[in-house]
């Protein structure tokens, strides 16, 4: 096997520098897109919230009156104004994470494109299931806020202010953590790309995961860090590489 200790020194101090455009470009429209989700969402459910408050529960499968009208709007805006952002964002990722495995090993003759039918594979179903992914998380977190205000008896302005200030912290810290993990997601798989090319033309290689050593580390983070090297075929949890 070879060891990328190079590539471990190296690449957290060059994935923060050279994606830092990339994730502030994504952080900006996906910030854009759940505001403009919020207020579509508003413009709809905004007539219902005065029958829902009325209600003394929902129940576990039941969908609140004119919820599922005002989430559909709200995704669509939310489609149509992080998409390609988000496949931007994956095709920077992407390239980035390529070149440099390829400048760290100094590959002569080794160049990456995004035409690479990896790449081209990942960018289009990562960009895809990210979307509908966020929409569902989304579309949960307002189904639980609801059914929270409704057994606790709040009015609708209350409901409605609610609802507000969560698109309010989608559109910050929500936006940020999205970008900052596809992203870095990208670049990960763009150096797998590159990785499973070569090997493919015979040098064997591993990987591992890297953390940023902060409050930000997940336990998924940690764990997978815990484990070290691992053959490139392995998977990481929670990774597509």
Known sequence: MTCLAKLTEAAPESKRSSLEYAV???????????SGQGFTFMRVFTPFADLISTRESIK????????????????????????????????????????????????????????NPRAVAYAEQRAALMIQEISDTTRAALRRLIVKAVDEGLGPVVLRRMIRERFDEFSKSRAERIARTETGEAYERGSAIVARDLEEGGLRLEKRWLTGGDAKVSDMDQANSARGWVTMDRMFEGSFG
């Open 24 to 34: 502030r470009a994504l952080h900006r429209e996906m910030s854009h897109a759940f």
């Open 60 to 115: 576990e499968e039941e969908v609140p009156p004119g919820f599922g009208v005002a989430s559909h709007a709200g995704e669509v805006t939310f489609r149509e104004r992080s998409g390609k952002a988000l496949a931007a964002a994956i095709r920077s990722g992407l390239r980035v994470g390529g070149e440099h495995l390829i400048e760290d090993l100094a590959t002569n003759g080794l160049k990456f494109d995004l035409r």
